[in-house]
């Protein structure tokens, strides 16, 4: 088979490896901060804080990631975002003010936005329409892959040098995601039409799209963060240790890594709906039936289903994004998509913290289930009967 057959082949290397190092540097430190902050003298409260101070990095830099890949192009964005969270990543290591360890936080949340939409708008544009659910799914499933390494790496680091090897880890890895992501191929960039167009005209020109699809993808990214803290939530509910916990979740989890790319394949041979309604059916049917377990057994099944939903999702969001946002001003207009599910994703858990505290877990995993099924709902609505644009 040539390399035109499998265009996935040309770019793999300097595509996905990027991805792959910056899931690593990434994993490496996420179990790593809540205890530099509390070594720094933060509270617990605090210390969840700076975790939180990632997502809103993240979430207010979306709109700037897109001017700044706009302005110099996808290769040295992915450059840039590498370099900057290995620097965000030093001052978090090798510090001992709070303040700064919370900046540090801050910065690779931004760094996130940059990277990701940049790649998303590379990966739009260098592959074949054909192959673009594939690509895509492949880059979302190497992320999860790197995030799954990370922390088991880390905690071999730790074991030796503490919590800044773990910082030590992550730079590298970062360093190195950025060396390979310079020999990136270069687009070939043309003056479009859309080349001076605002956000404020984008909004406008695509509201359709945004106040459609773009409810639908809130929606998903809504369940999927939950979904992260519904599983060692009831399995604390139903008084199981910390190990089994852990054990069901990486388990969901490595269900999750396994079908990215038949989820890819799928949507390109077949079309968007084949993956977008199952998967959020399915997510929906095991949220709405994880109240009912009993034990550690039925929790693994209703969790495992879980990650078999999450996982044929693989790459949804970027996919629907990429078709439907015009070459023009494709950065902007996915500056704008992920904006919206990076708010779904800091909606979903807030409305799980108030049903929680102001109902009961139960209905609170029940009421992410219903999410789910109503992003089944809009999504099966809303995409096209057609695969691709």
């Keep these: 088979m040539s390399s035109d057959s499998h265009p996935l082949r040309r770019i793999a ?31 617990v409260s605090v210390a969840a804080l700076m975790v939180a101070l990632m997502g809103i990095g993240s979430l207010l830099s979306n709109l700037p990631a897109s001017v700044l890949t706009m302005r110099f192009g996808e290769r ?57 659910a594939r690509a895509l799914s492949t880059l979302g499933g190497v992320s999860r892959i790197g995030l799954f390494i990370g922390p088991f790496a880390s905690a071999a680091v730790v074991h030796q040098w503490g919590l800044a090897g773990a910082y030590g880890l992550g730079i590298a890895a970062l360093l190195v995601a950025a060396a390979v992501a310079a020999r990136i191929p270069d687009l070939a960039h043309h003056t479009l039409p859309g080349a001076g167009l605002s956000f404020a005209s984008t909004l406008r020109e695509h509201r359709h799209v ?133 708010l779904g994703s800091t909606c979903g858990p807030s409305l799980l913290s108030f049903l929680v505290a102001a109902l009961s877990l139960g209905i609170g995993v029940a009421a992410t289930g219903l999410l789910a099924l109503a992003a089944a709902g809009v999504l099966g609505y809303w995409i096209p009967r057609v695969g691709r644009r």
């Design 13 to 43: 290397v300097p595509a996905f490896g990027p991805s792959l190092l910056f899931g690593i540097g990434e994993g490496a430190i996420l179990p790593i901060l809540p205890l530099t902050a509390r070594d720094l003298g933060g509270s």
């Design 210 to 342: 945004f106040l459609t699809l773009g409810i639908g993808v809130m929606l998903v990214a809504a369940v999927r963060t939950s979904r992260s803290a519904v599983i060692p939530l009831w399995a604390d509910h139903l008084g199981l240790s910390a190990s089994v916990a852990s054990l069901i979740y990486g388990l969901a989890g490595g269900i999750d890594m396994l079908l990215f790319y038949p989820a890819g394949r799928v949507m390109d041979l077949k079309g968007r709906r084949w993956v977008a309604v199952p998967s959020m059916l399915v997510m929906g049917t095991a949220l709405l039936l994880m109240p009912l377990t009993q034990g550690p057994w039925t929790l693994l099944i209703a969790a495992m289903a879980l990650g078999f939903g999450n996982g044929i999702g693989s790459g949804l969001i970027m996919t629907l994004g990429a078709d439907h946002s015009p070459p023009g001003e494709r950065a902007r207009f996915l500056g704008v998509w992920r904006l919206m599910a990076d």
């Design 76 to 132: 040295w964005a992915i450059v840039a975002a590498s370099l900057w969270s290995a620097l965000a990543m030093a001052l978090c290591a090798w510090t001992g003010h709070l303040g700064v360890f919370a900046a540090g936080c801050f910065m690779v949340g931004m760094s996130q936005a940059v990277f990701n939409l940049a790649r998303q708008a590379y990966l739009s544009e260098a592959v074949p329409v054909e192959w673009r």
